[in-house]
């Protein structure tokens, strides 16, 4: 197997937009691959192929592709002439290292120029296998499926077909700035929106020095993991415990988180116009806390005029972690942390804050500064994979 054939998914391909995604995902999938030597993709008639100098390479290269946003599937594969006597003789030379009782052959063109349709190619190929190795047709439930691309120039030869992440390929959805907090929900939310296409910049707010370094260590943690998904990274680390105190002094104990939380989306939005971001990304779920009710929610919305994306709203804890260890974040969320949300939260959070409440309690504050001076004290951390 000297190289995989790779496919994607055809329905995100309409119209104009299928060579910036295509070409996209080969960057995409050279990026993943780059510490590996000898791998290049390139496309190719409605799939992408990959050559892979060095076999021994490919359980690395799988590893790597099953990360890569936008694929639909892929195989690894042996490129065969398009000389229907070799195809055959190679066909059968290669099915006979597996261990099978029923095959069958499916074979796929490209396109119409080869003198044969796809019928004519199973038939022809098949009856050579069982001539040559006994074994059955069984077009229903195979052992083995054996599959052909046929290329203008070439075929592809594979027997399996694995899995791809599926979603689009990151960059071709835009940039946006993750409220990254070291827990399990929002890496979750920050590695669905990957999923949409979308790059990724991180924000993560520390109280550290009221409270100790763990969340920011669980943020770069993860922040550096999500990187796989996406090649390059940036992590803001933002210091939340003065701008804290500022609150706990001249704002109303029940509605300090909301506060807390339009601060920090409005120090999101200026990281978002330095970055050239469009949106927010949080890992907010309907009901979760006491912030998260529709009320909360609807005030906390209200301090930003960009929009601020919610990919878990609907989903439930159990979801999320699943899809947290999924990912491979979960071992880290779960570390025992300090959170900047636990220092200062008063005994009984507001459930259902109001929007005029939450201005006139704002308006003892000196908002703008507050934002400046987390935009200014803000860290920048940059990671690459691999
Ligand atoms: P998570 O599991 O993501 O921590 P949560 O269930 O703890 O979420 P909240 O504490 O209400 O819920 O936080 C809601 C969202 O606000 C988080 O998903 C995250 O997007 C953002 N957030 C909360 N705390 C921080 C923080 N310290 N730094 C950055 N973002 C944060
Ligand atoms: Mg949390």
């Known amino acids: 197997m000297n190289c995989a054939v790779i496919h994607y998914h055809e329905i995100a ?6 060579p910036f995604f295509v070409g996209r995902l080969v960057e995409n999938i050279q990026a993943a691959t780059a510490d590996i030597p000898g791998v290049e993709a390139e496309k190719l008639w409605g799939r992408l192929l990959l050559k892979i100098g060095d076999e021994d390479c490919w359980p690395a290269v799988e590893e790597r592709l099953k990360n890569v946003f936008g694929i639909a599937n892929f195989s690894p594969a042996q490129r065969v002439g398009l000389d229907m006597d070799r195809m055959k003789e190679l066909v059968a030379a290669e099915a006979v290292k597996h261990d099978f009782d029923s095959f069958r052959i499916s074979a796929r063109r490209a396109h119409k120029n080869y003198p044969l349709t796809s019928q004519q190619i199973n038939a022809e190929i098949g009856a050579h296998v069982v ?37 689009l390929p990151v960059g071709v959805g835009g940039k946006l700035v993750s409220l990254l907090s070291g827990g399990i929900d929002s890496p979750v939310a920050s590695c669905r929106m990957m999923r949409r296409g979308c790059r990724i910049v991180f924000v993560h707010y520390h109280s550290f020095p009221y409270l100790n370094k763990k969340s920011q260590e669980k943020a770069q943690e993860i922040a550096l993991h999500l990187t796989r998904y996406q090649y390059q990274s940036i992590l803001y680390l933002v210091p939340f415990g003065d701008i804290q105190k500022e609150v706990v002094v001249l704002a109303p104990a029940p509605l300090r988180v909301v506060i807390y939380r339009r601060l920090m989306l409005r120090i999101a939005v200026e990281i978002a116009k330095k970055q050239d971001a469009r949106a927010l990304v949080t890992g907010e779920s309907l009901g979760q806390v006491a912030s998260q009710t529709l009320e909360n929610l609807s005030v906390i919305d209200q301090a930003v005029d960009i929009p601020v994306l919610r990919p878990l709203i609907g989903m439930d804890k159990d979801e999320i972690s699943r899809q947290a260890m999924d990912i491979g974040t979960y071992e880290t969320s779960i570390i025992p942390d300090q959170d900047c949300c636990q220092l200062f939260i008063p005994r009984k959070p507001a459930t259902r804050s109001k929007l005029e409440e939450v201005l006139e309690a704002e308006g ?5 500064r507050l934002v400046e001076q987390g935009v200014t004290q803000a860290e920048e951390r940059s990671y690459t994979f691999p």
């Open 131 to 167: 001539k040559l190795t006994g074994k059955r047709v069984d077009l229903g439930n195979p052992e083995l499926n054996i599959h052909l691309e046929i290329m203008p120039n070439e075929a592809f030869l594979y027997f399996r077909n694995i899995e791809g992440a599926g979603g």
């Open 364 to 368: 003892a504050l000196d908002v703008p």
């Open 13 to 18: 391909l309409k119209g104009q937009n299928r």
